[in-house]
């Protein structure tokens, strides 16, 4: 169970953000978020990061001073706001309308020269050089989706579209301030090169060692160019490399990038560097405009979003560590506010980023009422934020006593809201208390840390000796093996040996040296573009912060909305509108930024566990039990009655407060939601049982609305004679008229889709859909042997492919049946289902959906709130439609079947014109299957166009009805109370009006485990920053897992069909999807039982790098002796080579352990050779010794030994 914090701080910081006493809404002045010039010249101290070297920190704690807070007397209180109101005058705020042009701020671009386009009057031109970096972005880089989200804007009464900028390479924002980097320079000498950017040789740059404050991007800015295959040469200056600069080098080297150890002068490196380019035609990176670039390249994601949709009202942008993410945050507010100024630009923060604050406003702001004389400003939008809360991106220290000053104010507030951003240790000591959403992450592929470039590899590969430990020497042996010369280029190391726990930090340390080295060098520029800057210019209209509780659970709604993952921080400015903080009128459009995919694995599993206790998914009970079965067999019936599963079960006999003959019974639970765990507890109360629970629920009813949204009231028949033209759907239109030149009949065969008919489909539904992302992934080619491109339908409206089949039917019904239908009855799993709902509710018909009893709780949750009737019955899905179609013949309404129709299958189809749109040579399509209409449509549409396209469906071997289907053109028998992870797909009965379609046009089926769909899922996640259910990725685990021949060259479209993954089978999916990545294991160890063994154990644990996560002593059970015990170690690894090392070294020391679920991991005898090798080779041991042993003892007792033993 997730230890939480107090959700107090949540709900008080809630309740005291800008609101009355009474809950009234305050409508906060435009002027409130504006300053005097005195403000804006009383600069604020520099958040200080956690990450300094020795030096640094020793001045920090030299210098740190400790505040202590005393309660404010009326006096007091009345003092600040007499001096606030002095220093505030709204009546001296500047209105948009006559503010000077936002661009005017902007000042250090004179010497870029071409790299910037300029105005008639010298100076930058902002929009149109960032259009023109845009331009070159959509074709190098991805154009990431901006999609309109039906229940978030249900939920918050407005229109919400999402920018996913967490699915771009690298999966974060700043790959689009590095590209600018490359794009800038050659701007700059394109008159010289003469060539396009495509046709130019390449890069070179210099890593001066002096200048180490300047390469805080330098590895992502090549990791950039050679991902977009373009030649990279490194020269190296004379002199002493550090730790991170080695580690760069080491990575743009294995990454194909070219090292070359200069052998003059500094000098004369840039010359010959800059010689070199020339002679090539390859364009020299010059680092000194780094920032200015950057803000260029982060501003292309503006111009992307206006571009997609220009009629937004307000924009939400999450500031995560403003040593990195200045740039898309001044980028894209100076862009909206250039290109329309009465866009509201919001940035939302961390309260725990907030710390050290130094403006006294922030406490002002939570201390008295803002006027409400000056709300004309804000007729479009009215918000609830605190607009005043300003924390500089640089900005010079302050006095130490106005520093004091104000963070006694910042201390109070955090007092009186209950939010602790120290902690206190056993001895009374303070500390830093760890975050959630580690600073770490914030720079993560820039560091180096991710799934393509991981620290932990690095060091690997420096560690050549399997020591756990590396030192001087070995840096200097790698050095040496890119072609250094030691003399002249040394190493600087902090310490002699490093394991990798301090080399990783070292890495980091001297990466945040780096990014503060940078901000004083840049301080001119980036001055101009601190938050206090950008607020009293009306650049940023608001700065809204959330708490932790809060961000935690936008991570978890980010990954139930969108399907996709984010580091918790890139998902803060949905935190923003889950806080309450931020008030929007119900017609107001706004668009929330989505950003920073990487997070390491492990983090995810603990944030994921944390979010999931704050939304109702565990809970913990605690009970006082006669120490017998009976009492607990009660407790147990009642929980598992109400759909709770155990987690664990702790007895303790031995409490002092314990009555006698009773034990204390602690027992975590998993739930869906906290309605079972009301009714959960509400039935032990009645049973008589006394308890207490862990964590408190939530105490008022907005609390609850943001984790179960309340459902919608219900749609009633409609008379077509009265009803208002639905919104982009032309009813009046001509019917479609067959060869025969009469109107068609609604009821149609198969024949009838034809590539035509499929592409009038696409034109139909094309208003309801969104677009569909189709990216080539290079991860996925890489480790599959072939060119894979993901069709990514999981992120489409409700999560799955299904909104294209029911949107055709639906609509074609209402568009050329006779009949008009007057609501809508449909059987499904969950996905089928949301798509009929969703539909449904857009051309205003009553929707009734039956679905059997193992339908994830997710889907029909979201079902419901789409406004459709949930009747949940059946243990298979072809008794669910049995059901609908009684309750279809009992109302009259109109059957929408999920596969078995002409129309679905005609709208399903329309995902081959995506296919064939995108990708025109494909070579092979691999399609998950379950009732077959997907497969069907597709097949139908692809194999008219190209014969030659391979179609391969995918089944779960759990439910692998057409396995032989191609051979025997029969179906397999499945029982009906089989079930698979892949619930989506868990049809007994496929085909129908489609089944020759499945025989003749589908070239092959082939099935995967129930393991491999799991370890798929936890797979895409890691590397593609997507979530897939079961269901979803079938054909990229058969891909994975060497289920179909593929050549080298072949084109390959996978297809993620579905999204909807409920979030606790999500927790237990990632357990195993941990175990086959290589980042966690369990064994069991047997061994005698005697005191220091565990110490030996760990000890050899700490030097393979492992983790632990649990140990558990077993005594007295299994084939052990008495005086023996099996240990089972749970561990957290970095990969199998660390998990095979770490085993070795057990054998080493004569204990052989056993690895639990070893069988169910991909290529297990590959991955665990070494293990194996060295037990085999250990037991060869172990037998000649033995023998040499026996040959001992005969020779030293003769015939007094009994020999029959030793046979």
């Known amino acids: 169970m997730t230890k939480k914090h107090s959700r107090n701080s949540s709900k008080d910081n809630n309740n005291n953000n800008g609101t009355r006493s009474n809950g009234d809404e305050v409508m906060v002045d435009e002027s409130s978020s504006s300053s005097t010039s005195s403000d804006v010249q009383q600069q604020q101290e520099i958040k200080k990061t956690k990450y300094h070297n020795n030096d640094i920190n020793d001045n920090n704690n030299n210098n740190t001073t400790t505040t202590t807070t005393t309660n404010n007397n009326n006096n007091n209180h009345n003092s600040m706001i007499n001096d606030m109101n002095n220093r505030l005058s709204f009546e001296n705020a500047t209105p948009i309308d006559q503010m000077n042009n936002p661009i005017d701020i902007l000042r250090g671009f004179d010497d870029i020269g071409n790299g910037v386009i300029r105005d008639k009057d010298g100076k930058v031109d902002f929009i149109e050089s960032v259009n023109r970096v845009s331009s070159y972005v959509s074709t190098y880089l991805k154009k990431t989706p901006q999609l309109h989200y039906e229940l978030l804007s249900q939920l918050f009464k407005c229109n919400v579209q999402l920018k996913l900028e967490n699915l771009q390479l690298f999966g974060d924002v700043y790959v689009r301030n590095c590209f600018s980097v490359l794009i800038g320079n050659y701007f700059n000498q394109v008159s010289t090169i003469k060539k396009e950017l495509r046709e130019v040789g390449g890069y070179v740059s210099v890593m001066d060692p002096d200048k180490f404050d300047l390469q805080a991007t330098f590895a992502g800015i090549v990791l950039t160019a050679i991902h977009l295959k373009m030649k990279f040469i490194i020269y190296v200056a004379p002199g002493k490399l550090n730790i991170l600069q080695v580690v760069q080098l080491y990575m743009c080297h294995a990454r194909g990038a070219k090292i070359i150890f200069h052998k003059g002068d500094t000098q004369t490196c840039y010359q010959r560097a800059k010689q070199h380019a020339n002679d090539l035609h390859m364009v020299f990176v010059d680092m000194k405009f780094n920032p200015q670039f950057s803000l260029i390249g982060a501003g292309t994601l503006a111009s992307e979003m206006m571009e997609d949709c220009n009629d937004r009202d307000a924009i939400i942008i999450p500031l995560r560590m403003y040593s990195v993410g200045w740039s898309y945050v001044s980028a894209i507010s100076l862009f909206y506010k250039i290109k329309q100024p009465k866009m509201k630009t919001i940035v939302v923060q961390m309260i725990e980023d907030l710390k050290g604050l130094s403006n006294s406003l922030f406490a002002f702001q939570q201390t008295i009422e803002i006027e409400e004389s000056n709300q004309k400003n804000d007729q479009d939008l009215n918000y609830n934020v605190n607009s005043n809360c300003t924390t500089p991106f640089y900005s010079p220290p302050l006095s130490p006593s106005s520093s004091s000053s104000s963070s006694s104010n910042l201390n109070n507030y955090n007092n009186n809201n209950n939010i602790n951003n120290n902690s206190v240790d056993i001895e009374g000591k303070e500390y830093n208390r760890q975050s959630l959403f580690p600073d770490r992450a914030e720079i993560g592929w820039l560091a180096l840390i991710n799934d393509q470039s991981d620290l932990t590899n690095v060091f690997d590969s420096f560690d050549s000796r399997n020591q756990g430990k590396f030192t001087v020497e070995d840096v200097k042996t790698m050095l040496t093996s890119m072609g250094a010369d030691i003399s002249r280029n040394s190493p600087i190391c902090a310490k002699s040996s490093y394991s990798q726990t301090e080399f990783v930090g070292e890495v980091i340390t001297l990466h945040f040296a780096s990014l503060s080295g940078g901000e004083k060098i840049f301080q001119p520029f980036l001055e101009q573009l601190s938050l206090d800057n950008l607020l009293s210019k009306k650049i940023i209209d608001q700065l809204v912060p959330v708490t932790e509780d809060q961000a935690a659970i936008a991570f978890i709604k980010c990954l139930e909305y969108t399907h996709t993952l984010t580091n918790g921080k890139g998902s803060i400015a949905l935190g923003g509108l889950l806080s309450g903080n931020i008030k929007l009128k119900e017609d107001a459009k706004i668009v929330l930024l989505i950003s920073g995919g990487f997070v390491d694995v492990i983090d995810f599993q603990t944030i994921l566990n944390y979010g999931l206790d704050m939304i109702g998914q565990s809970f913990e009970i605690t009970l006082d039990l ?3 079965t009976t009492a607990l067999t009660k407790v147990l019936q009642v929980i598992g009655s109400n759909n709770s599963s155990i987690h664990e079960v702790n007895m303790d006999r031995s409490c002092e407060t314990l009555k006698q003959y009773h034990v204390r019974t602690t027992i975590q639970c998993h739930s869906r939601n906290f309605e079972q765990q009301k009714a959960v507890f509400d039935n032990l109360t009645l049973q008589g049982f006394k308890y207490t629970r862990s964590p408190a629920p939530y105490s008022t009813q907005s609390e609850l609305s943001i984790i179960s949204p309340p459902l919608p009231p219900p749609i009633t028949p409609i ?16 019917l479609l008229m067959a060869s025969t030149g009469v109107p068609q009949s609604y009821k149609r065969s198969i024949q009838d889709i034809t590539v035509k008919s499929i592409r009038e489909a696409q034109q139909r539904i094309k208003h309801i859909m969104s677009p569909t992302p189709i ?3 290079t991860t996925y080619s890489k480790l599959c042997g072939c060119k894979v491109t993901l069709m990514l339908e999981n992120i489409q409206k409700t999560g799955s492919f ?3 089949g029911s949107s055709n039917m639906v609509l074609r019904a209402i568009e050329q049946s006779e009949e008009k239908p007057v609501g809508l009855v449909a059987a499904s799993a969950g996905n089928h289902a949301q798509g009929v709902a969703l539909i449904s509710s857009k051309v205003g018909l009553p929707c009734t959906i039956v679905c059997p009893e193992y339908a994830p709780d997710s889907k029909l949750s979201n079902t419901t709130q789409y406004g459709a009737e949930v009747i949940k019955k059946g243990k298979s899905l072809e008794e669910a439609v049995k059901l609908a179609e009684s309750i279809c013949k009992e109302r009259a309404w109109t059957l929408v079947r999920p596969y078995n129709d002409v129309d679905v299958i005609e709208g399903q189809g329309t995902m081959g014109c995506d296919i064939y749109d995108k ?6 399509v691999l399609v998950n299957v379950g009732g077959g209409g997907m497969i069907a449509g597709i097949a139908l549409f692809l194999k008219r166009i190209n014969p030659n396209i391979r179609i391969i469906g995918v089944q779960s071997v759990n439910v692998s009805t057409l396995a032989d289907f191609k051979q025997t053109n029969q179906l397999r028998y499945i029982e009906p109370a089989v079930l698979s992870l892949a619930d989506g797909t868990n049809v007994k009965m496929p085909g129908g009006v489609h089944t020759q379609v499945l025989h003749d046009l589908v070239d092959e089926y082939v099935t995967v485990s129930e393991n491999e769909i799991a370890s798929t899922i936890v797979h895409l996640m890691y590397n593609s920053r997507t979530v897939s259910e079961g269901a979803g990725c079938l054909g990229l685990a058969a891909l994975l897992h060497h289920k179909i021949q593929v050549r080298k060259d072949e084109r390959v479209v996978v297809i993620i069909c579905g999204g909807n993954i409920d979030m606790s ?3 237990q999916v990632y357990e195993y999807g941990l175990r086959s990545l290589g980042r966690s294991f369990t064994i069991h160890l047997t061994t005698w039982d005697y005191p220091g063994n565990l110490h030996k154990i760990i000890s050899l644990a700490a030097r393979a790098e492992l983790k632990v996560r649990e140990i558990r002593h077993i005594r007295g059970t299994g084939d052990i002796n008495w005086n023996e015990v099996t240990i089972s170690l749970s561990f957290y690894s970095n990969s199998f080579h660390h998990q ?36 085999e080779q250990k037991q060869k041991q172990l037998q000649e010794t ?7 003892f005969l020779e030293t007792y003769g015939k007094q030994a009994n020999t029959s033993t030793l046979l």
Do not use: C, W
Request: net charge positive.
């Open 719 to 734: 008379n077509y004679n009265d009803r208002p033209p639905m919104v982009n759907i032309n009813i009046d239109r001509p």
């Open 626 to 628: 006669p120490d017998n």
């Open 775 to 777: 990216y080539h992934s």
């Open 802 to 804: 299904k909104i294209r």
């Open 1186 to 1192: 033995f023998k040499e042993r026996q040959i001992a």
């Open 919 to 924: 990708v025109p040579d494909v070579d092979t």
């Open 1065 to 1067: 089978t999500l927790r």
């Open 1140 to 1175: 095979n090392f770490f085993l070795s070294l057990l054998v080493e020391e004569g204990l052989f352990p056993k690895v639990i679920g070893r069988k169910y991991i991909k290529d297990h005898d590959t991955v665990y050779q070494i293990f194996d090798r060295s037990g």
